[in-house]
């Protein structure tokens, strides 16, 4: 049986995962963080969960579709039934439209992080595991974990992790930089959740303005804190990256009350910077990056364009293209 590790357990490493183990082949996945989910993880707080990521997602694909309908059918997932909302500022004004369209949004149940849990609920997860070099020797992998701990004998080794982070594996690893330049392809995002009163303007407020990209209320999200969560855009969010918390605290309060005319009390919750959060939609998208000699596969959302559906189709496509080039190689022998 084949040893395959997965190193990342965001969508695209549980979707690969669970593909892999469903064919057959020994799993294990492993991430630097506390708990599977990546980008999609949800803050556990006493009222509630606050999605700091991904705010919800949605299926275009026939293989996404088919996923997200056993995640209805589970209870993993559940339609939002939000009202959407665009904030527009130019030169200082702003205005707030109803904006009304009929394309299902999904969210996770009670979290964001739940269908992926999910696809990960048989597969062994070595979490708090923040892989720091890759060693290939007689065709055997051994991953090397930043506690010092060591995981031996894998026959593949899938990275799903942003491209940077990637990267710097890669590079610690003394094996070939495969990204043209990864430091381009996912943008910075900072979000900011914060609680007030008032009843929400929208529940999916997309924004063109100069600081933000969109804010979601949570009101309508099962499992949820019912508070305010704003997304800096990628070039506000890199402008000021190093500032702390109570600066996003306090552009997030201004915002409130000047654009959404929130008068109410509002008080900050939680600061999250996402250091490679979306896609750059200026740079074309890699698809994935694949070493079936030495058995080492690469990709992420980032492959076809970042978002939720986006990586788990990578995850799909990872674990396809594993298991086409065992069976190549068991027909060649
Ligand atoms: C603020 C924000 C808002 C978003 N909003 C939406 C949205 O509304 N809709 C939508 O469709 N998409 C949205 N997205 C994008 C979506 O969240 C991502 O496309 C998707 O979750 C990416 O999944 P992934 O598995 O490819 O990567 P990730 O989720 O980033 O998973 C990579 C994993 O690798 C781990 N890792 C990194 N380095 C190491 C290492 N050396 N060793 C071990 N583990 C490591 C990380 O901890 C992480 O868990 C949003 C993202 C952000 C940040």
């Known amino acids: 049986m084949k040893k395959i ?6 969508l695209t490493g549980a979707a690969a995962a669970a593909t892999l183990m469903e064919q057959g082949y020994q799993v294990t996945v492993f991430d630097k ?26 299926a275009r694909s026939e293989e996404f579709k ?45 979290s964001m992080q739940s269908p992926l849990n999910a696809l990960l609920q048989d597969i062994p997860l070595i979490t708090s595991c ?3 070099k890759l060693e290939l020797s007689q065709k055997r992998w051994t991953l090397v974990c930043e506690t010092g701990l060591s995981y031996t ?9 942003p491209p940077v982070q990637a990267q710097q594996l890669l590079k610690q690893s003394r094996l070939p930089e495969l990204f043209h330049d990864a430091t381009t392809l996912l ?20 924004c063109q303005h100069p600081k933000l990209r969109f804010i979601s209320h949570q009101q309508h999200k099962t499992g949820r804190n019912s508070c305010y969560i704003l997304h800096f855009n990628a070039a506000f969010s ?9 600066f996003w605290f306090a ?12 008068q109410q009390n509002i008080e900050p919750l939680v600061a999250h910077r996402w250091l490679y959060a979306s896609q750059n939609d200026q740079v074309p998208a890699p698809g994935l990056i694949t070493l079936p000699d030495q058995q080492l596969w690469i990709g992420g959302d980032w492959s076809y364009g970042g978002r939720v559906e986006n990586a788990y189709l990578a995850g799909l496509k990872l674990a396809q293209a594993i298991i086409h080039n065992y069976k190549l190689q068991q027909e060649t022998v």
Request: glycine share 10%; with cysteine.
């Open 238 to 246: 890199a402008e000021h990256l190093h500032k702390p918390p109570e």
């Open 251 to 262: 552009e997030a309060r201004v915002i409130l009350s000047e654009e959404l005319k929130i």
């Open 66 to 110: 088919q996923q997200v309908q056993l995640w209805l059918e589970a209870g993993k997932a559940g339609v939002w039934a939000c009202n959407t909302a665009l904030l527009c500022n130019e030169d200082g004004h702003s205005s707030l439209k109803n904006s009304t369209d009929d394309q299902a949004r999904f969210i996770g149940i009670p």
């Open 187 to 206: 943008e910075p995002c900072w979000a900011v959740a914060m609680q007030a009163d008032a009843s929400p303007a929208g529940d999916a407020i997309f």
């Open 5 to 10: 590790a997965v190193i990342g357990a965001g």
């Open 33 to 58: 963080g506390r708990s599977a989910g990546g980008r999609m993880s949800s803050k556990r707080t006493e009222q509630g969960y606050l999605d700091m990521g991904a705010q919800y997602f949605t």
């Open 130 to 132: 923040r892989i720091q």
């Open 153 to 161: 004998d894998f026959d593949a080794v899938l990275l799903t992790l």
